[in-house]
């Protein structure tokens, strides 16, 4: 599972990207990872304090490719 984050710079708002998280949780159902991914997403942005989430998504490995 992986979560996917869409994140822009917060000096330059226009400057946007995409970041993949690998993020493994024990049923790989997107629900669950809804669920549970704040806290890795907190983590992310504290450690990326020039960027910010705009939005993100819980994406299953084998569908990243095509959902992105």
Request: glycine residues 2%.
């Amino acid at each position: 599972m992986f979560i996917v984050l869409y994140a822009c710079l917060i000096s330059a708002p226009a400057t946007c990207r995409e970041e993949h998280l690998n993020f493994s949780v024990e049923v790989s159902a997107p629900t669950a990872c809804m669920m549970s991914s704040q806290v890795a997403i907190a983590q992310w942005s504290e450690s990326h304090p020039q960027w910010q989430v705009g939005r993100w998504k819980c994406v299953q490995a084998d569908r990243l490719s095509r959902d992105i």
